[in-house]
């Protein structure tokens, strides 16, 4: 299938390094974040997710960081591998709606 | 197990057109989303459903668009009179209940209006 996020911002990385990929999210009210992974012709897959009242959440192999402060999030991915090349969004979620807000997002290559 | 199937995966359809677009949800999944992603963006939230009620259909763009879940199951999305810019990838998500923030997708329908 024909690939999201064309005109996406790129991170490139080396295969076995860190990555880091960060959301700027728009409403102080929000109380949930999700990180979504998008692989060409797929849907969004659940990453993580992370509630307003913490700051950080690990999961296998990946961490989400929440700065309310400046209503920052940020997921780290250790010992990137070619299969987590793909776009990945953030999500918000205010005040216990259902309807997620997703960003633009980000494009992740990872270098053989 | 079985995830969310969307139908057709793709769509190709004359501007003016009415087209249907499918989406059957995980078994025992009581809400259902639809979701709109144009190329280079985020998914846009279109419409809710909480068994078989519209619970808030708010992100839809217009009355050209329509959404029904007779069953409390499937959901079909209408497009009456399609315009260019109704193309788009049209996701479709469910998760176990409207509190149950995990949101599982389908692969999505690729509509295409030429």
């Known amino acids: 299938g024909e690939s999201v996020g064309l005109h996406l911002p790129t991170l490139s990385v080396q295969e076995g390094d860190n990555s880091i990929i960060n959301c700027a999210y728009s409403n102080s009210a929000s109380d949930y974040f999700i990180w979504y992974k998008q692989e060409s012709g797929k849907g969004p897959q659940f990453i993580i997710d992370?509630?307003?009242?913490?700051d950080k959440r690990q999961g296998q192999r990946v961490t989400v960081l929440l700065n309310k402060t400046v209503k920052h999030l940020s997921l780290q991915i250790a010992a990137t591998q070619p299969g987590d090349s793909a776009v990945y969004f953030c999500?918000?979620?205010?005040?216990?709606?259902?309807?997620?807000?997703f960003g633009s997002g980000t494009r992740l290559l990872v270098r053989p | 197990g079985a995830g969310v199937s969307q139908t057709p995966s793709n769509k190709v359809t004359e501007k003016g057109k009415y087209v249907e677009l499918r989406c059957d949800p995980i078994?025992?999944?009581?809400?259902l989303y639809w979701y709109r992603q144009s190329l280079g963006q985020g998914p846009e939230f279109l419409i809710y459903f909480q068994g078989t009620g519209a619970a808030d259909d708010s992100g839809l763009p217009n009355d050209r668009f329509f959404a029904v879940r007779p069953e409390g199951s499937v959901s079909t999305l209408k497009i009456q009179r399609t315009e260019r810019g109704d193309s788009a990838v049209y996701l479709c998500?469910?998760?176990?209940?409207?509190?149950?923030?995990?949101?599982?997708f389908g692969p999505g329908t690729r509509l295409t209006v030429t």
């Open positions: 998500a469910s998760s176990l209940g409207g509190a149950s923030y995990e949101q599982y």
């Open positions: 999500a918000e979620n205010m005040d216990s709606s259902y309807k997620l807000i």
């Open positions: 078994s025992g999944h009581t809400a």
């Open positions: 992370i509630r307003s009242n913490m």
